[in-house]
């Protein structure tokens, strides 16, 4: 469960980084 936990939080902050740098734009398409 700790393992999962810093997984998703790990994507979690590499998903907002990514809008932050592109401002949301293509942050779809970078997950689909």
Known sequence: ???F???FTA???T???V???Y???DFKK???
């Open 1 to 3: 469960l700790g393992i």
């Open 5 to 7: 936990t810093s997984m």
């Open 11 to 13: 994507i979690m902050v």
């Open 15 to 17: 998903r907002a980084m």
């Open 19 to 21: 809008n932050l740098i």
């Open 23 to 25: 401002g949301g734009r």
């Open 30 to 32: 970078l997950w689909i």
